[in-house]
């Protein structure tokens, strides 16, 4: 009997460890392993989903550096002193532990490039995340943004920052990479300095913030602005972070004629993300298509300067003004154009603005964590990108 | 002394669990990464061509074709055909020798990531059949959905995980695969990685091998398997099948791989089941009386031929025959080893216990059932094996089986009242190895009925 007894506990334990074995294995479940294995580490970071832990080796988003230059086309006006001042405040509150995470040489062209519209866990950001710093230090950093930002910009930030919060809380499948504080990094770029050159990086999930000053000029872009979900509530208030950008883009596709319409059509492909996002520094920009602003009405032509002054505007203002000036002199030579939807909530509606100098992509894209579409939308100048002309 | 004894084998088997789970914990694990509809291409470098796999995003493939594809609709026959058609019309492949021939096969829909992908199985094929570095140019969907991305990683032939080779985007239809650095590892110590990985990855050897290694601490006593405690003997044992094992499966490799003899693959895939349920069934109850060399050597030679076919498939050997025979045939002796360091002081030590009975005819009976299965499957009794799964996650968790064993033996060990007392056979005298079993004292601390 008790033989029996010890028989059958050895088998017990010998089947548990084979059952265990084999559930084991469900989490890695792929009815063939070679595929799910390669698909998993040969891809990028998530879709703007969560989950998105671009895998060791993978690829993911591509950041090359390129050559910048301090030559960048500005019209000046810049707040440079005020930067400085924030920016050594900001400074004085870190250790020397923190200081040597925050700043960078302004020469490290790769690090000034690193910004992504994935979470800080799928493409690691540089500097330092808010959710390390004491509520005194991230004060200090928001001044810095507060100096550098009209009062709009820096309130868009605090509402991007916000919507990652919500989509913390929404999101259905692992959101431990997204939140206000700790999917938001800084960095500093050179000494703080009204003569010399020196660039303020900051951002996190959907947002990417690059200020570089050089005297008097002052460059905002890239700017990646975006949010999931595009509306939200917060404290009884309802929070949009892009309301201004996607109410003055459709109104300036809305207002086009049914005949505009059909030239404003871009012809050359279709969209389901931005096409200068992250990684697309090179200074290469798609041919220009779409419908030329000097063949619009006077009214339609404010729509158009209305549209870009969302994004030039969320610098601080005097600089913001010299910009918009600059860009509303080369609407003549600017084209818009839109391609698959033009409503705010259609699918992959997507809408450009290119000129001379400016470059306004805006897409409805769509992520896995949440049911609806959400926005993305970029913003570069090609002639001041990073306070640089073309790269070489 | 026996405590001291047993307090140091329990902690031995203590340790040696924990490095097990450290290696199954520190084994590289595929990512889970969450491609949104992104394209991938992945390919592997290997003697004389590059095959490859591309997975495209149904929806995305809907844009950009601009049909309301659906998973099903993607499944017709003819579709398939017209969809690998557009595949291969925006594919091309050259480098200085000129164009390769570029094929496409398969079209199976998979679901990566939870987002149903269309696979197509690819082959590039070199016009002088060197594999060096090459341009690859392509741009399905990418041609129409701009906005879309395609990753393209490369491995080589004896390396499990892809390296991302670059993405391909609306600035970039074109990009230069680096498959000549890949291809310089094809060779020797390539040859010796197969052979580690296809022995790791294949259920069916080790499995016989480990039903072999079962009453390896036993003896034949008429149709029962009675305990033996000498170590020395044990070990010889071990090493006995070991080497039949490994003389058997040599010959029939090498002959085969020289092209000498050729046994249809399901023949043999089918004597390999056959191998198991014969060796797992000779583990319950002894079929052949100290007879498991020969077991291992006759159906070694079964395992062999099934090596040489792979062999011939990966079209190793094209350069130095003996040199990838020789890697090959290493890669699978070392993993044999590996194999036998792992489980072996486990089983010995459980073989001091009563709960081994047990365990052997338990995991004995598990041999029998999944051997049966794929002698089913495999002489087309069954179409689909429904252990696969079972084995599949059984080869995926190597070191974590293993450390489990090591548990399982450490417990039993641990429990006095388990353990046995008596010598059966004991050791021959004036042999200078301590054996566990000469040292432990006989007192009757366990009962027996």
């Given amino acids: 009997m008790r033989e029996h007894l010890k028989v059958t506990s050895g088998a017990l334990l010998s089947t548990v460890l084979v059952l265990a074995a084999g559930c084991s294995s469900d989490d890695a479940a792929s009815p063939s392993p070679s595929a799910g294995a390669s698909s998993g580490s040969a891809r990028g970071p998530g879709g703007g989903g969560p989950g998105g832990q671009g895998g060791p080796g993978g690829g993911g988003q591509q950041i090359t550096a390129v050559n910048l230059n301090t030559d960048g086309v500005s019209p000046g006006g810049a707040n440079t002193a005020a930067v400085v001042q924030a920016t050594n405040a900001f400074l004085a509150t870190l250790d020397a532990t923190e200081r040597d995470k925050v700043e960078y040489a302004f020469t490290e062209n790769k690090a000034r490039q690193t910004w992504s519209n994935f979470p800080a866990t799928a493409v690691a950001r540089e500097g330092i995340a808010m959710a390390d710093l004491t509520a005194d230090q991230q004060k200090a950093a928001d001044a810095v943004l507060a100096a550098g930002l009209s009062t709009a910009g820096a309130q868009q930030d605090a509402n991007i920052r916000s919507s990652d919060d919500e989509l913390s809380r929404i999101s259905q499948e692992g959101a431990s990479g997204f939140g206000a504080l700790k999917d938001y990094f800084i960095a500093v770029y050179g000494t703080p300095s009204t003569t010399e050159p020196f660039m303020v990086q900051f951002g996190g999930h959907h947002l990417a913030r690059a200020l570089t000053y050089n005297g008097d000029k002052v460059s905002q872009t890239p700017q990646f602005v975006g949010t999931e979900p595009t509306s939200f509530q917060k404290d009884g208030v309802t929070v949009e972070p892009l309301k201004a950008e996607s109410t003055a883009m459709f109104a300036m596709i809305a207002a086009l004629s049914a005949e505009q319409k059909t030239t404003a059509k871009f012809t050359s492909g279709t969209f389901d993300d931005l096409l200068m996002g992250p990684g697309k520094d090179t200074g290469v920009f798609p041919a220009s298509e779409g419908l030329q602003v000097s063949q619009l009405t006077a009214e339609q032509k404010k729509l158009v300067t209305a549209a870009i002054q969302t994004y030039t505007g969320d610098l601080a203002d005097a600089a913001a003004a010299k910009l918009l000036a600059k860009y509303t002199s080369e609407l003549d030579q600017t084209r818009i154009g839109w391609s698959n939807n033009t409503g705010p909530t259609d699918e992959n509606s997507y809408i450009r603005i290119d000129g001379p100098s400016v470059w306004i992509e805006f897409i409805n894209t769509r992520s896995m964590s949440t049911p609806n579409i959400h926005y993305h939308s970029v913003y570069r100048d090609k002639t001041n990108d990073y306070g640089s002309t073309k790269p070489s | ?449």
């Fill in chain 2, 1 to 449: 002394m026996r405590i001291t004894l047993s307090v140091r084998v329990g902690a031995l088997l203590a340790c040696l669990a924990i490095v097990y789970t450290a290696l199954a914990v520190l084994a590289p694990r595929p990512a889970a990464a969450h491609p949104l509809s992104t394209t991938a291409v992945l390919l592997t470098a290997e003697a004389g061509r590059v095959t490859g796999r591309v997975q495209l995003p149904i929806d995305r493939l809907a844009i950009a074709l601009d049909q309301p594809l659906t998973t099903a609709a993607v499944k017709q026959p003819g579709k398939i055909e017209e969809l690998r058609g557009y595949l291969l019309s925006h594919m091309s492949a050259a480098d200085q020798a000129g164009p390769w021939v570029v094929t496409a096969g398969g079209g199976a829909v998979e679901s990566i990531d939870g987002v149903d992908h269309l696979v197509f199985d690819i082959v590039l094929q070199p016009p002088d059949h060197r594999v060096g570095d090459f341009q690859l140019t392509y741009d399905a969907i990418l041609h129409r959905l701009v906005s879309h991305k395609v990753f393209v990683s490369l491995r080589t032939g004896g390396e499990k995980e892809y390296t991302t080779v670059g993405v391909l985007d609306w600035q970039q239809h074109t990009l230069a695969v680096p498959a000549a650095g890949a291809a310089t590892q094809d060779g020797f110590a390539a040859a010796i990685h197969l052979g580690i990985r296809h022995i790791a990855e294949g259920a069916d050897h080790l499995l016989f091998l480990i039903m072999l290694l079962l009453p390896a601490p036993l003896i034949a006593r008429g149709r029962r398997w009675k305990r033996s405690d000498d170590l020395r003997r044990n070990s010889w044992r071990v090493v006995h099948v070991v080497t039949a094992f490994a003389i058997g499966h040599s010959v029939t490799l090498a002959l085969g791989a020289l092209g000498y003899i050729s046994v249809p693959t399901r023949v043999v895939e089918s004597l390999i089941a056959l191998s198991i349920l014969v060796s797992g069934i000779h583990a319950i109850k002894p079929l052949v009386p100290g007879g498991e060399a020969w077991i291992a050597a006759g159906f070694g030679l079964m395992h062999g031929l099934a090596f040489a076919a792979l062999l011939g498939d990966l079209g190793l050997g094209r350069g130095s025959l003996v040199a990838d025979l020789l890697g090959f045939n290493l890669g699978i002796e070392l993993t044999q080893l590996i194999v036998v360091a792992l489980l072996m002081p486990s089983l010995l030590v459980l073989s001091r216990t009563t709960v081994y009975p047990g365990v052997r005819v338990t995991a004995a009976g598990i041999g029998v059932v999944l051997a049966a299965a794929w002698l089913a499957e495999r002489t087309a009794l069954i179409a689909v094996n429904p252990f696969n799964r079972i084995t599949d996650a059984l080869i995926d968790h190597p070191f974590t089986i293993a450390a489990s064993i090591a548990v399982i033996a450490a417990i039993s060990w641990a429990v006095p009242r388990l353990r046995t007392t008596t010598v059966r056979t004991p050791a021959p005298a004036g042999h200078d190895l301590r054996t566990p079993a000469t040292a432990v004292d006989h007192s009757g601390s366990v009962t027996h009925p």
